[in-house]
């Protein structure tokens, strides 16, 4: 069993940047954020893979950036140049060597315009 704890959302105005982290309780294979805004479905932000394979959304290029700490067992998600559109619940995501999926509890950021 493998536990998520997320930190860093919060309110920011448009333009401006936010780091999520998520520290899992132990190591897994890969690690990844999701966000859900109200009325929509959840939807992958990013993720990586190893020693640092990443995906990123379309909407995000460019402006997020998501990277690991595999000592820490810790992904980072470096937001930037935040959009109202980024508004939403961010959940951590992660996989284990056994390929069991795990999710954090997530963590609201709202972008004001």
């Known amino acids: 069993q493998v536990r998520l704890v997320e930190s860093g959302g919060g309110l920011v105005q448009a333009g401006g940047s936010l780091r999520l982290s998520c520290a899992a309780s132990?190591?897994?294979?890969?690690m990844g954020w999701y966000r859900q805004a109200p009325g929509k479905q959840r939807e992958l932000v990013a993720t990586i893979i190893g020693a640092g394979t990443t995906n990123y959304a379309d909407s995000v290029k460019g402006r997020f950036t998501i990277s690991r700490d595999n000592a820490k067992n810790t992904s980072y998600l470096q937001m930037n140049s935040l959009k109202p559109e980024d508004t939403a619940v961010y959940y951590c995501?992660?996989?284990?060597?056994?390929?069991?999926?795990?999710w954090g509890q997530g963590t609201q950021v709202t972008v004001s315009s």
């Open positions: 995501n992660a996989v284990s060597w056994g390929s069991t999926a795990y």
């Open positions: 132990g190591s897994v294979f890969s």
